[in-house]
């Protein structure tokens, strides 16, 4: 590169998205300078270790510089200097609004806040920027860049971009960001459903991925212990492992589940739970750092992820690192992950029959326990670690700033 990047998003970094923490220690690794940037500073209960304390300290927070009068009008006599970047850059903020009072005053908040966060790149010299989360954040990704001639790129997640993608604009962001990384093959076709055809080719697939050294444990042998991992939302179908599980307990009454996460829902678990009497059997565990988390997968016999509605989960890619079986939902990108019957069992969300017996299998024969395990560890390590994703995306970082892009949707190897 020419020099150095930043990254965006909207909290960074924060106990649920460790992997965009990950993704930019490998980029560094690969010799890059990346700058960490978010819109709003993350609660310190979301910094589970000294990891991410130490990032949390090296951020530059948008909205806390916005909030000075000094810094603000600075970002916007600097941005007046090139008055016809500005002016489109508002152009751009009105039209990209999907129209009304509230959501056209924010595309003008986000306006300011590009303005802020365009004068700090400026000033330290960086040469592109990459959002992670395609939503408001990536909004501000595109006015910054429009008003100042830095280039941006984003990655696409889902699902909930996928919901509102006109809301969002995701044809418009796609349209003018130098490249996308789509996270999974599912993803890519969606952001492909939403932009026109000339943009196809600038849509790259970037895994995420995981350091499989820090889940190389041996398999374990007690068959009772299962592990969530994730927020504590409706959209992540808790209910129905819990019927799963009560169901379970007759036949396997030293049956335990652990938690680890926290979120909206948790008072309304935690009351299902003893409704259901199930508290004897259930640890909340909240927010764990990747260490603790680690040291749960090694000592649990499953991990389950009984979602409605997900990207590619960077939890079930621990789990298999970890030799675990895991028991998930067949939506989105997950089967591009999860092999069914090889690596884990993959069901119908919603459908707790199929849940139980998917979990009734695992707890029953420790041989396919050891089998799903290896394959899902086989698995990860071919095509979800961590450096060689950031390898992949420092390759398109390097070819798009030099003019000569890679022309394949994935690394040469893998295509």
């Known amino acids: 590169m020419s020099g150095p990047i930043a990254y965006l998003t909207g909290e960074y970094p924060r106990a649920t998205d460790t992997f965009i923490q990950r993704e930019v220690a490998a980029l560094r690794a690969h010799g890059m300078v990346v700058e960490t940037c978010s819109m709003r500073r993350t609660g310190p209960e979301h910094h589970t270790g000294p990891e991410q304390r130490l990032e949390?300290?090296?951020?530059?927070?948008?909205?806390?510089?916005?909030?000075?009068?000094?810094?603000?009008?600075?970002a916007h006599l600097a941005a007046f200097r090139r008055p016809k970047r500005w002016l489109s850059a508002l152009c751009l903020a009105w039209r990209t609004s999907p129209g009304g009072i509230k959501p056209t005053l924010y595309q003008l908040i986000y306006l300011v806040e590009a303005a802020v966060l365009a004068d700090h790149l400026r000033r330290r010299g960086i040469t592109h920027l990459h959002n992670h989360i395609a939503k408001s954040s990536c909004t501000v990704a595109m006015l910054m860049s429009e008003m100042s001639g830095i280039p941006y790129s984003f990655t696409l997640h889902g699902p909930d971009i996928f919901f509102e993608p006109y809301r969002w604009r995701l044809d418009e962001k796609i349209a003018r960001a130098r490249f996308v990384a789509c996270i999974s093959e599912f993803c890519r076709s969606q952001a492909m459903a939403f932009s026109a055809p000339?943009?196809?080719a600038k849509l790259h697939i970037v895994h995420c991925g995981v350091d499989p050294a820090r889940y190389d444990a041996p398999a374990r042998g007690a068959p009772a212990h299962l592990l969530f991992v994730g927020r504590?939302?409706?959209?992540?179908?808790v209910p129905v492992l819990f019927a799963a599980l009560r169901d379970l307990l007759p036949a396997h009454p030293d049956l335990h589940l652990t938690l680890v996460g926290d979120g909206p829902e948790r008072n309304d678990l935690e009351r299902m739970a003893q409704a259901m009497g199930l508290t004897a059997h259930l640890t909340f565990a909240g927010?764990?750092?990747?260490?603790?988390v680690a040291g749960l997968l090694a000592q649990s016999t499953a991990l389950v992820l009984p979602s409605f509605a997900e990207g590619v989960p960077v939890v079930l890619m621990e789990a298999m690192a970890a030799r675990l079986p895991v028991i998930t939902t067949r939506i989105a990108g997950v089967p591009e992950l999860v092999e069914d019957g090889k690596s884990g069992f993959v069901v119908a969300p919603g459908d707790e029959g199929a849940l139980r017996a998917a979990l009734a299998s695992i707890l029953g024969d420790g041989d396919l326990r050891r089998a799903m395990g290896e394959a899902g560890r086989a698995k990860v390590l071919a095509?979800?670690?961590?450096?060689?994703?950031g390898a992949w995306l420092a390759e398109l970082f390097e070819g798009y700033a030099t003019g000569t892009p890679p022309l394949t949707k994935r690394p040469e190897a893998d295509a």
């Open 56 to 74: 949390a300290a090296q951020t530059f927070h948008v909205l806390e510089a916005a909030t000075s009068p000094l810094r603000l009008i600075r």
């Open 232 to 237: 504590l939302a409706a959209v992540k179908g």
């Open 287 to 292: 927010y764990r750092s990747q260490s603790e």
């Open 383 to 389: 095509e979800f670690t961590s450096e060689a994703e």
């Open 198 to 200: 000339k943009h196809w």
